[in-house]
Antibody, heavy 118, light 110 residues
Framework: QLQLQESGPGLVKPSETLSLTCTVS??????????WGWIRQPPGKGLEWIGS???????YYNPSLKSRVTISVDTSKNQFSVRLTSVTAADTAVYFC??????????WGQGTLVTVSS | QSALTQPASVSGSPGQSITISCTGT?????????VSWYQQHPGKAPKVLIY???NRPSGVSNRFSGSKSGNTASLTISGLQAEDEADYYC??????????FGTGTKVTVL
């Protein structure tokens, strides 16, 4: 049974860096079949795609976030991570990690709320 | 990239059918068959209902069906049930090798 679990600080100060990790169980982030991605949802709003990574290191980012976001993979820990720099209150959201099949997000983590506030 | 356009809300009575539209451009919905639909109940993670325009993952009710014409994709829920009350989002692969989600539709069962 595939499971994805997000982890990281629930509170980040403005201008600092948001860092989250997704731990995968029941599958391998080294799989050549899938990409692994991040999506976020501000409170009361819709879903926003952040980006994705392939085990070989290929990354793809939402153009609106590209200058601030980095997604990486740690195959030894079966995890992948997202870093978002220079955060503001607008980055307050529930952050989801997900497995991407070819063209769709097949499995999602439960999500973790990150609040940007001093 | 701009979010795909969905109606803010759709409602129907139990047993009825409703359709949710999802309008994009030739660079996303119209250019690829990688359109998917997700159902999200409050406080929960989204769950995929449809992938590749009209395919259902194992375990998803056949009351959910998808289609596409030009730059607009559609999700139809037939035999509406109380448990279908949720938010629904479409998503598409894009020419920039990224994904974009729709604005979301709140479905109310009257």
């Amino acid at each position: 049974q595939l499971q994805l679990q997000e982890s990281g600080p629930g509170l980040v100060k403005p201008s600092e860096t948001l860092s989250l990790t997704c731990t995968v169980s029941g599958d391998s982030v080294s799989s050549s079949t899938y990409h692994w991605g991040w999506i976020r949802q501000p409170p009361g709003k819709g879903l926003e795609w952040i980006g994705s990574i392939y085990y070989a290191g290929n990354t793809y980012y939402n153009p609106s976030l590209k200058s601030r976001v980095t997604i990486s993979v740690d195959t030894s820990k079966n995890q992948f991570s997202v870093r978002l720099t220079s955060v503001t209150a607008a980055d307050t959201a529930v952050y989801f990690c997900a497995r991407l099949n070819s063209g769709w997000h097949s499995y999602w983590g439960q999500g973790t709320l990150v609040t940007v506030s001093s | 990239q701009s979010a795909l356009t969905q109606p803010a809300s759709v409602s129907g009575s139990p047993g009825q059918s409703i359709t949710i539209s999802c309008t994009g451009t030739s660079s996303d919905v119209g250019g690829y068959n990688s359109v998917s639909w997700y159902q999200q109940h409050p406080g929960k993670a989204p769950k995929v209902l449809i992938y590749d325009v009209s395919n259902r993952p194992s375990g998803v009710s056949n009351r959910f069906s998808g289609s596409k014409s030009g730059n607009t994709a559609s999700l139809t829920i037939s035999g509406l049930q109380a448990e279908d009350e949720a938010d629904y989002y479409c998503s598409s692969f894009t020419s920039s090798i990224t994904y974009v989600f729709g604005t979301g539709t709140k479905v109310t069962v009257l």
